[in-house]
């Protein structure tokens, strides 16, 4: 009994052990920095995105709207049903109809007479019987009929089934089918801007990264000069005057630093709003990005963007749209053919009995309607007209954007490798400074200019490096794929 005791106290501080080991972990990990990749960002973006889920909301929209047109091939059938209660009965004034009923009595009365009378032998004419009886009639009041129900409900199936529409229905279903297509390519439409905005944030955070680590080198080397340069003074080498252009450096090396950590919290924040990215997430991205050589084909590019931009797609399902907006105005010339059926229920119950069931057929034909039919369709023969000029009008457009990001990238690309020599000399120009002034050789201000000098020019190579990729990145863009430049940047 006391072994079993002792077993279950130790399961349970064992358990007690292992939960705080895992809040413990789970703590640690949680205040622990995130590393997202570019490809894992835009999976976030693509996920979390308000703009994105907005359109992708539209496209369940058209769906459903394209469905519904499919609707309009099947029978409609509708139930109809009331109950009516009237205060009296109602009533059949005979006062309006009398003389015809007092018309049709004397008709009916002197074929009786022709028929008959020589058998029953009446000495009397057909037209003496009908004015007698005419005449006799006529002297009477009228008298209204009272039809005693006051309770009527009624219960109606119908169904109409189309036959013909002039192509209405079938354009209809097209025309739905092309705004649903619409919508997709606007979802792939606001991806490609999403991406895109989310390459060119995620690339200013590594640049942002790679100035600061430069900002810190040269602060760094900043504060390495001033001190030297104290010594110098203690030893009476440089004059005390010396050491003013020192500290001004070092103050100003600070500052770019301190500006560009600012500056690297803000691009953080806008690309965490591109990921829609709770602030509870710290995050890093990738620490730097290295220089590829890449070959682009500017024809293969131009036909990719023919193939695969969404501006071009766009038009081309408004080129759809316009020709079955053209042929709904079309078939209102044509007949309307349906079939029909309706079955009545709780016919004894009504004032005039109806049959129980009726089936037929009905077409019908607009012959004027003051001419706004046939300028409704002239109308939408200039709509397809305007989308084949504004389809011709896009192409010309997308050539000149593939061809400019193309040229923009061929430059930057350019601009980056002539930046490759001036660095390398700029870094040996502050080499030679810094040497010949810690062997008494040189000024400090040199030491200075050669610093600021390796900045300028360091810092200028990175931003042609960012400026290399985000001009890729918009280049892709153009072409209707911009997860092209992923792997080009994970990949290193």
Not at 34 to 43: G, Y
Not at 68 to 83: D, M, R, T, V
Not at 468 to 477: D, E, N, P
Request: proline share 3%.
């Amino acid at each position: 009994m006391k072994n079993w005791i002792y077993i279950f106290l130790r399961n349970i501080v064992n358990n007690i052990t292992i939960s705080i080991l895992i809040l413990l972990c789970s703590v640690s990990i949680y205040g622990q920095e995130r590393q997202i990749s570019l490809s894992e960002a835009l999976e976030i973006s693509y996920a979390h995105n308000e703009k994105i889920k907005r359109y992708t909301e539209r496209v369940q929209q058209k769906t459903y709207e394209d469905k519904a047109a499919k609707g309009n091939f099947l029978p409609s059938i509708n139930l109809l049903g009331g109950y009516t209660y009237l205060s009296d009965n109602m009533e059949v004034n005979t006062s309006q109809v009398k003389s015809s009923i007092d018309d049709l009595a004397g008709k009916y009365g002197a074929a009786f007479i022709g028929s008959y009378g020589e058998s029953l032998g009446l000495d009397l004419t057909p037209e003496a019987a009908y004015g007698t009886i005419v005449n006799t009639l006529g002297q009477l009041p009228a008298y209204n009929l009272v039809i005693d129900n006051q309770q009527i409900p009624t219960a109606v199936l119908t169904a109409t089934q189309p036959i013909y529409t002039g192509g209405k229905i079938i354009a209809a279903k097209k025309y739905a089918k092309a705004e649903l297509e619409t919508s997709e390519i606007e979802l792939k439409q606001i991806k490609d801007d999403i991406a895109h905005e989310l390459v060119d944030r995620y690339l200013t955070v590594i640049l942002l990264k790679q100035v600061i680590n430069t900002r810190q080198q040269v602060y760094d080397g900043m504060l390495t000069h001033k001190a030297q340069t104290e010594r110098a003074i203690e030893l009476e080498i440089l004059p005390k005057h010396i050491l003013l252009r020192a500290q001004v450096a070092v103050a100003d090396a600070e500052k770019d630093l301190n500006n560009d950590k600012n500056k690297l919290q803000l691009a953080k924040m806008a690309l965490r709003t591109t990921m829609n990215l709770s602030d509870s997430v710290d995050f890093k991205v990738m620490d730097s990005i290295s220089y590829q050589d890449l070959y682009f084909d500017f024809n293969e590019l131009l036909n990719a963007a023919n193939a695969n931009q969404p501006i071009l797609e766009l038009i081309n399902q408004k080129e759809i749209m316009a020709t079955q907006s053209h042929a709904l105005e079309k078939s209102k010339f044509m007949p309307n053919i349906a079939a029909f059926g309706t079955y009545n229920m709780f016919r004894e119950d009504l004032p005039i009995v109806p049959p129980k069931f009726m089936i037929g057929i009905q077409a019908q034909l607009n012959i004027f309607n003051g001419f706004k039919d046939v300028n409704k369709l002239k109308a939408s023969k200039h709509l397809q007209e305007e989308v084949k000029n504004a389809k011709a009008y896009a192409s010309q457009q997308i050539k000149l954007l593939v061809e400019s990001n193309y040229m923009n990238t061929l430059n930057q690309q350019e601009l980056y490798n002539s930046q490759l020599a001036t660095v390398k000399l700029a870094k040996e120009n502050l080499r030679i400074n810094t040497r010949r002034f810690e062997e008494g050789l040189g000024k400090s201000i040199d030491v200075i200019d050669a610093t600021l000098l390796y900045e300028k020019s360091k810092i200028e190579q990175l931003v042609a490096l960012d400026g290399y990729y985000k001009a890729i990145a918009s280049l892709y863009t153009s072409i209707g794929q911009p997860e092209k430049i992923i792997p080009i940047i994970s990949n290193q």
